[in-house]
Structures are given as C-alpha cells and as structure tokens.
C-alpha cells in the first residue's frame, strides 16, 4: 500500500458506477493495482487510462502531452513495462499492475536514484515530461543487466523535452544506470 | 562527451553575496520529480464542465449557418454557443503589443492594422482552426462527442497562403475595414545607402526564407475559471507566461473589477513565447464559468495546440550587400517580408525585432530596411524563442556566407573585419531600437566571442578534412552564425518582499516561471540581498494576488526586470531590518551587519538578533504604531523596475556537420556556442537555457515545418507530421561563455532564455551549404531534411538515392 489518494472513496467510486448520463460507450468494472494499493473502479469503455489515473484517481503526476503516442509524457509502468497511458483504455487494465511517479518515493521518502540523478544532473526545466522520462528511465534501471548505449538511447528516443535539450537527461540517466550497476558491465548509458 | 563552461566563478558577483553565480540546485524539482506539480490540470475543481472548440476546417469561407439544436440535446451537454451568443463581450487581446511606442511613432511613423479577433467566428472564418462555437458538457468526451452535432454551413471564399500573392492588387480583403492585406509597415534608413550600393566593390543580392515552425510546449495551453461563491471573485488558472496582462483583458472583456479577478499561473509545461499572448479560449473559459455558476475547464490537445496556436518564424528577406574589396560592409538593404497570419496579434514585435536585429554584431555605416507585415489564411504568428532575431539572423548571416564566397574570403575572417570592437562600446547603430530610442549596444567583446568559436570548432582542422575530399559521399561543412540580442524589454517588473513573522523571506515576484527555474534563481538573488540563507527565501511567481503589478516572463526580460527588482526590494528590506535592529538593541545602525540571516555588531561583540527574534516580534519596540491605514514601516518592501536600455547579450555559434550525398541526411559533428549574458546567477540554470534554446534551433534548423497546402490547409497537425526531435537528434552541445556586465541595471545581468534559438538555422544552413560548396548549392530556406537536400543536390545536377 502507498497512499490514500490510490484507493478511490467507496462512494464516489459507486457515484461513478452509475453513469450520470447517457454514456455512449458502456461501462465496465475494473480491478487492478496502482502503486501497490488494490483499485476497483467503474469505467467507460472508452476511457483512456491516462484521463484514468488523473482524473478517477487523482493522480495527475502522469502528464498528458499529446494524446497520440508521440511525446512520451503519460508514460507509466505496466506490469513492468513503460506504457504509454494515453493510447491504452483504462478496461485494458483489468488484473495489471500499474506504476505510476506518484509510486516512486511516496510521502516523504527519499527520492529514488533516478529521481535524484535528474535533479542532481538538471535533467529538467518545466518538469511537464519529466515522470515519463522518470518511469522509462526507473524501467531501464530495473532490468537484470545493465542496458546497452543502444537500448539507452532507444528508451529516451520514445519521449520528447522540449526544454532541456536531452544532455542533462542523458547525463541524468547514465548516472543512474552507474549507481544501479556499478562494477556492472561497462556499458556507456549515452 | 563536451563539457559546458566550468562553473567556478569568472565573472563579477552580483549583490556581492554568496548565493549569486553559483550552480545552486533547483528547489522546483523535488516536488516535479515526486508528481506534485500543479499545472493548470491539476488543479481539482469539483464539478467543473469542460469546454471543446468547434474549429474552422476551412482557410477562408463565409460562414452561411450555425445550427446547435443537436449538439445541445447530446447526452451530458451544459451549453452550446456560438459568435452571436458572445458578440457583446468587447474583447480586446494584446493591447500592450499592438501599441507603438510613442518614440517609435514619432521617428518611424510606422503602418499598424487593428485586426481585433472575434471570441467566436460570426460571419467569416479566417484560419483553419479558428473558433467558430464552443461546447459546454459534463466531460471533454461528452464536449468533443456534441462537437460532431453542430451544424455549420459554410461557403468557401479565395485562400491566400503566400504573402506575396496576399499584397497582390487583386487579392481578396481578408478584413474588409483595411485597405489592403498588410498588417503592419515600417521603414528605416541611416546614411546614404543608395550611393554606398553604387560605390561598393561587390555586391550581393538574394533571397531568403525562413520557414514556418511553432514553439510546441510539452504542455499545450489550458484554462480553468472558478466564481468564489463566498466572495464572488473569479479566480482563473491559465498556463500563461503573462499572468497580469490575463488578469486585465479578462477583467475588460467580463466587465469586472480587475481586482475582482485572481490569475494564477503555477507550474506551466514550457511557453517559449507560444504563451506569452492571450487567446480568445482564455476569455471564453472564465466567461462560461460566470454565465453558468460553475467551474469550467479547457484544456487544448495537440491537434489544437499545433494547428490553432500561435506559430512563427515565416519570413521572406530580399537582402542585399554592399562592401569594398577587403570585404568591409558599406551598407545592408533588406525588404523583409512577415507572414502574420490571419490576424495582427502583437503589431511590431516581431517584425520590428526583426529590422533592429538584422545588422548583428557588425559595423554598417549605410542601412535601408524595410519590413511589411502580410495577412494571409493561416494560423496568426506571434513571438516564439528569439522573436523576429533567428529569421533576421539566418537571412544576414547567410548573406556574409554569399559574400564571404564572392570575395574569396574564410567566412570567419569576413565576420571578424566586421566587428564591432569592445572598445567602441557603448556602440550605436543609428537605428532606433523597439522602445523608441536611439539603439545602443551596451557592452559586449564581439570579436572574443568569434576567436573562441573559430578555435573551438578547429576551423583549421575542417579546412584540411575537406581538402582530402569526401568519404563514402560524406561531405564536411562549417558554419558560422553570430547574433546580439536587446534583452531585458520593460516597461517594468515588480517583486515584494515581506519578512514573515518566522524569520522566513517572502518574494513575490510578476514574473511567472515556465521551467527558467526562478524560485531558485530569485531566490538566490534575494539571499544576497538581503544577507540571509538562500532556504530562507520562498518565492510566488504567477499569482496576480501577490503582486499589484506585473508583466511576465517573455521578452528575455525575467532576469533582467524581476531579478532587479528583486535586488532593489531586498536592499531596502536589509535597509529596514538594520534599523529595525538598531532600535531593539539600542544601537547605531551604520555598527551592525546583517550576514546569514543574523543580525550583529560589526565589530562582532555585542548581543546578535536573529531574523526570526526580530521579526517575530510586534510591534518591534521603539516602532511606531502603524498610522491607520499606512504601513510604511514594515519589513516589507515593493519595487517596480523599470530598465533605462536594453541589455544586450550577444553570441557566436559554429557547428561542423558531415551531409552524405546520397540520403540528404545531415549529422552535427560539433557544435559550438559561446556566448555572453553578462553576469550570471546561476550557471546550472544559465547553460540549461541556452542548451534548451540551440536544440529548439536545431530542430527548425533540420526537422521542423509547419506546412499548408495551398488550399490553406495544415498538413502537420501531429507529431508524426510535425517533428519535434528527441534525444538521438540532439548532440552534446560545446558550449562556453564569456562576460560583459551590462552597465544598464545593478546586477548587471543580461536576459539568455532565447538567445541559444536565435542562431541554429542560420549555422546549420551556413555549414551545410559550405559541406554541398563543391556542386555550388545555394541554401535559400530551411528546415534542411533529407529531402530537401537532395531536391538541393539533384537541382545542382548530382545524382542522388531514388526517392
């Protein structure tokens, strides 16, 4: 379990089961886990996961940017995995575990090393793109092995910044990669 | 890897503290990083409809019939409405832009139309994308579902895309209160330019293009209004780079009380100038939220965001030099052309940006320049990242390269007999700037700027590679571009500064951060001030409650504007704490210091008084009362700053690319950026910005077009057609600075947001043509994709990959 704002109010969840209109694309009951608390929602066929999580959950840290695919911002964990959360339903969902930045370093705990390495490395401006950078760069540290250059630059070439200029998130993501897998393979995260 | 500019100190410390010039890290992004930013969509409003925009699919038509009967009975529909229905409010956007300033007026007599956009299209649609009704509903799927319902009927009416065609006889009016389609017109002339070209050794004739592309925020603009029903204040969350400017336009279109309206821009996705104006989606929001006693929120998609807000950069320069034999300039000629769109947005800005950036770092005794605004069915443009410099930039600079190669003279060489040197500021061009006054530059060692680049970029060494000829159909190039750039704009900025009862600083500046980073950088800046721990300032940008007055943050003017006023303020407020202090512990003033936030005697014995202990305690003995009504003695202070000039920052880029023949693709081997912003803050903060600004040059320079048809349609209204480069396509960058403090404010900062964006298109274009120089290819207009490349190749007659 991590926080309260994850597990939805019982009763609005149930305001929300019984659709205040007539809503065109049906409605379904899910039940997944998000950031490690159990959720049971009602949801709209067509509700992207994205709309989801900011606006059923409230967890607004995961950024829409451009709603096709492109930009990367909306990027959260699924079942592992970097998924972009304005191309999946939210009935997609059912069974999956979902990881969110919200997820990372709850509360007051200490910053992930990923979330340190961009701070410390001012891989951000705006920070609009930086929890889908945070997501797919937290993925790259969990795998077994140490991602190669080319996995690396592939990862990232999947998000947009239109601040940074992507060196300082390139630094930040090596850094990380070096703390998770130091006396690893030497493989150059850039 | 390339390594930025090293961050020990080189330069003089402003405020003369501690905090200033160094690479503090930024306090915004613990809570970024954690989720808890609050963009304007993040911000919960219980109950709140959303709003969606029917939008013009036609460039031009005459609008014959609205029809809402079936999108107001689609499921979850709170209102439909449309031109007719929000006819009365008297909206008026970008008043500060539209207006020329008066000495401007005097000395230029410039043309300016007054094209006021329609909250909603009545009678005719201008643009595709242009606003023709807006849905209210439950949810922004319900909103975008009644969309469909709505029933427009249009009669398509002549298209005008090319401004050229736009200023033709017989073209069609767009707005049938002018005389013609020309927006805006303005000339300037110094010296004899006529009998300069007539004597010149050589001369060089061409025209060039800067192309369309659009500043593109990660976040695309939104807006969200909300009546207090406590206090009947309406409160608007906009992610706008001007939130004063917000505050007083909606407050005259709503025929409120500005006072009565709160705008609050927190945390905003980037702007880059694409949220620097004011759009009719930003009246309607708050309006609807009047009219229907709810909240109400808009938020744009990309679709929207690329296709309906503003775009820039479309310019055409028929340039011409003059020089002697040894390549000294005798006179510049400009006829610069601007494609503003379907409506005149913000006037002079851009074009006038344009004529008064066009001579650069370089010594030009004669000048002719005229610019002519146009417009035509597309989106409306307006400022984005360098504002008129990058296009005024790639057309100059690509003119000394022409010249550079009819001469037979090293480009670098022509640029540095050029110069103006250090010791000739401040140096005036005999133009007048945008405020209305002679244009001066204030300081700056342009020719140290060019040696750097030339030596970092090993000229020489790219010289020999090309001697030895191409690799694999690889051909080496390298460019050259150089730039100043008047930063700091006015007319002022505000900071307040209160010491709260902890002890704690409160800073409270009009100028809103979109990613710059100020609640670190004015943080520190106050710090110094003041004499306290730099964890002890806490600063509010964005919040039109915090401040009376405001401006924003556009213009490269944050530092410049807010950092100075801050500095101000925070100089008084010490002022007013040592007194304080003097009082309690019954001393002189001038025997005590304020350092780290402790107050004590200079001779360090004696009591010490912390600025909690002191401000903790009201009313402070042997402190008047406060007179009713008046609070002149507070430790609080509010300073306006209203800068006397431009700060004029400057910078010379270089890069080296490596075109293959064969596929048009062109790699950036090495670039180069020095630069000089005067006297830095915070060096971190510093190189990000200049970092972010060269890679959105580079992605105009190689990647990104808006593209119409010529039936006025846009054919890249998503990030698969619009391409927005990642990471791959941005290299590590070679950067390095140096530092002309600017005489023109205490800190001696200059403003950098833009200046990395303004110079990209014109090296790139530079060091490319200098790659393809072996088939004689002329680069005229960007972005240089493969394609256009080898449509630059095959028209030199060399045989390229099938398409």
Aim: proline share 8%; glycine share 10%; with cysteine.
């Amino acid at each position: 379990m991590t926080t309260d704002l994850a597990t939805p109010d019982p009763a609005a969840a149930t305001r929300a089961a019984a659709p205040p209109l007539a809503e065109p694309s049906g409605w379904h009951e899910i039940r997944l886990t998000v950031d490690g608390a159990s959720v049971t929602a009602q949801v709209e066929s067509r509700l992207l996961l994205s709309d989801f999580l900011r606006d059923r959950l409230g967890l607004t840290g995961t950024h829409v940017g451009c709603e096709h695919g492109v930009c990367g911002a909306c990027t959260v964990l699924l079942d592992g995995e970097p998924a972009r959360s304005c191309l999946t339903l939210a009935v997609q969902c059912e069974g999956a575990e979902l990881r969110t930045v919200e997820g990372l370093a709850p509360g007051d705990a200490p910053l992930t090393p990923v979330q340190r390495a961009f701070h410390e490395c001012h891989g951000m401006q705006c920070g609009f793109c930086t929890p889908g950078f945070v997501m797919t760069a937290t993925a790259l540290t969990e795998q077994p092995q140490r991602p190669d250059a080319a996995d690396v630059a592939d990862a990232l070439s999947g998000h947009l910044c239109r601040c940074t200029g992507y060196r300082n998130i390139r630094r930040a993501v090596c850094q990380a990669l070096d703390e998770r897998f130091a006396g690893g393979p030497a493989g150059r995260g850039e | 890897m390339s390594h930025g500019p090293s961050h020990a100190p080189r330069q003089p410390a402003p405020g003369g503290g501690p905090w200033t010039g160094r690479p503090v890290p930024r306090v915004e992004d613990d809570r970024l990083l954690r989720g808890n930013g609050r963009y304007v969509d993040d911000v919960a409003l219980p109950g709140a409809a959303e709003a969606a925009f029917l939008r013009s699919p036609h460039a031009h038509a005459r609008i014959r019939s609205v029809d809402v009967t079936a999108a107001l009975a689609a499921p979850g529909v709170v209102a439909v409405w449309t031109g007719a229905d929000v006819a009365h409010l008297p909206a008026m956007l970008n008043k500060e832009e539209l207006r020329t300033p008066p000495g401007l007026a005097e000395l230029l007599d410039p043309y300016v139309a007054i094209t006021p956009m329609p909250l909603l299209a009545t009678d005719r649609v201008l643009y595709v994308g242009q606003p023709v009704a807006v849905v209210l509903a439950e949810n922004r799927y319900l909103a975008e579902d009644a969309l469909e319902l709505v029933d427009v009927r249009y009669a398509p009416l002549p298209v005008l895309v090319d401004p050229d065609r736009a200023l033709a006889e017989d073209a069609p009016l767009l707005h049938d209160e002018l005389r013609d389609n020309t927006a805006v017109a303005v000339a300037t002339k110094v010296g004899d330019p006529d009998a300069a070209f007539a004597s010149a050794h050589a001369v060089v004739s061409e025209e060039f293009q800067a192309h369309r592309y659009v500043a593109s925020p990660i976040e695309t603009r939104a807006v969200s209004a909300q009546v207090d029903p406590y206090s009947g204040e309406l409160t608007v969350w906009s992610n706008t780079q001007t939130p004063h400017r917000v505050r007083e336009a909606t407050a005259h279109t709503l025929g409120l009380d500005p006072e009565r309206v709160r705008v609050i821009a927190t945390d905003v996705g980037g702007g880059f100038g694409q949220k620097g104006i004011l759009y009719v989606e930003e009246m309607l929001v708050p309006y609807a939220a009047r009219v229907l006693g709810r909240p109400v929120l808009w938020r744009e998609d990309r679709n929207e965001n690329l296709t309906a807000s503003s775009h820039a950069r479309e310019q055409i320069h028929r340039i011409e030099l003059a020089a002697d034999a040894q390549g000294h300039l005798l006179a510049v000629r400009d006829r610069i052309t601007v494609n503003f769109g379907a409506y005149n947005m913000t006037g002079l800005v851009v074009p006038y940006n344009s004529v008064c950036h066009l001579l650069g770092p370089y010594r030009v005794p004669h000048v002719d320049i005229d610019v002519v605004g146009v417009l035509t069915n597309t989106t409306f443009a307006t400022p984005y990242r360098g504002a008129g410099r990058p296009e005024t930039v790639f057309a100059m600079e690509r003119a000394m390269d022409r010249l550079a190669a009819e001469l037979g003279i090293e480009p670098a060489e022509l640029r540095a007999r050029n110069l103006v040197g250090p010791d000739e500021m401040p140096y005036a061009t005999g133009l007048v700037d945008r405020s209305g006054k002679p244009q001066s530059y204030d300081s700056g060692d342009f020719p140290e700027l060019l040696r750097r680049a030339v030596a970092k970029a090993d000229l020489e060494g790219v010289r020999a590679r090309q001697r030895e000829g191409a690799r694999d159909g690889r051909l080496v190039g390298i460019g050259f571009a150089m730039y100043i750039e008047a930063t700091g704009l006015g007319p002022f900025e505000t900071a307040r500064i209160d010491i709260a009862p902890s002890g704690r600083v409160k800073l409270a500046i009009g100028a809103p951060s979109q990613g710059q980073g100020h609640r670190t950088s004015m943080a520190q800046i106050a710090a110094d001030a003041i004499g306290v721990p730099f964890d002890a300032v806490d600063v509010v940008g964005g919040d039109t409650s915090a401040t009376p007055f405001g401006v924003g943050t556009i213009a490269s003017r944050a530092l410049v504007n807010a950092g100075n006023a801050t500095h101000r303020a925070g100089r008084l407020v010490r002022e007013k704490i040592i007194e304080a202090a003097a009082r309690r512990l019954g001393v002189p003033a001038d025997g005590l210091d304020l350092r780290e936030g402790v107050i004590r005697s200079k001779a360090a014995e004696g009591p010490a008084l912390t600025l909690a202990e002191l401000a903790g305690r009201a009313p402070l003995p042997g402190t008047p009362e406060p007179t009713d009504g008046r609070h002149g003695t507070e430790l609080s202070e509010t300073v306006h700053f209203r800068p006397p000039g431009f700060a004029v920052s400057s910078g010379a880029h270089a890069a080296v690319v490596e075109v293959d023949e064969h596929t048009g693709e062109t790699e950036i081997l090495h670039y180069v950026a020095v630069h000089d912003a005067g006297v830095i803050v915070n060096p971190m903060i510093a190189e990000g910005q200049v970092t972010g600004g060269i890679a959105q040059g580079i992605g105009g320079a190689l990647y990104e077009e808006m593209i119409y048809g010529p039936d006025g349609q846009p054919r890249t209204g998503t990030y698969m057609d619009y391409l927005v480069p990642t990471s791959s396509e941005i290299p590590d960058l070679d950067l390095d600075e140096i530092h002309s403090p600017s005489p023109m404010n205490d800190l001696g900062v200059k403003g950098l947001g833009e200046g990395g964006a303004i110079a990209p298109q014109a090296v790139l274009a530079n060091a490319v043509e200098d790659a393809l120089r072996p088939f004689g290819v002329v680069v005229r207009r960007g972005p240089l994709s493969p394609s256009r490349v080898r449509d630059l190749l095959r028209a030199a007659g060399r045989p390229t990959a099938a398409r």
